[in-house]
Nanobody, 126 residues
Framework: QVQLLESGGGLVQTGGSLRLSCAAS????????MGWFRQAPGKEREFVAG????????NYANSVKGRFTISRDNAKNTVYLQMNSLKPEDTAVYYC???????????????????WGQGTQVTVSS
């Protein structure tokens, strides 16, 4: 069984920064990718960023490129999302998720992920 535990959310002013963490435990070794998604009230859950465990290669949504950075610490089985220059439109619940086996061709698709964390709220005030 896999467990994902996010932390680091909170309230920040426009232009501020936050760092989210996602600690993974359990049978994670078969998955290639950890992703971050977010869901704002009344909106669909959307892809934010993804990282390959082995190579560290990354993929970002256009809306966060240049502002957010995803990284990982393989020894700790933990993935981070550094969020800088935050905007009110970044306000959402942020989820980390573990990609399903064999689905690395579709890391931006919500349906490709088998395990999800409980989410952490990020609120950016204007």
């Amino acid at each position: 069984q896999v467990q994902l535990l996010e932390s680091g959310g909170g309230l920040v002013q426009t232009g501020g920064s936050l760092r989210l963490s996602c600690a993974a435990s359990g049978r994670t070794f078969s998955s290639d990718v950890m992703g971050w998604f977010r869901q704002a009230p009344g909106k669909e859950r959307e892809f934010v960023a993804g990282i390959w465990w082995s190579s560290g290669s990354t993929n970002y949504a256009n809306s966060v490129k240049g502002r957010f950075t995803i990284s990982r610490d393989n020894a700790k089985n933990t993935v981070y999302l550094q969020m800088n220059s935050l905007k009110p439109e970044d306000t959402a619940v942020y989820y980390c998720a573990l990609l399903g086996v064999g689905k690395s061709y579709a890391i931006t698709h919500r349906s490709s992920y088998d395990y999800w964390g409980q989410g952490t709220q990020v609120t950016v005030s204007s």
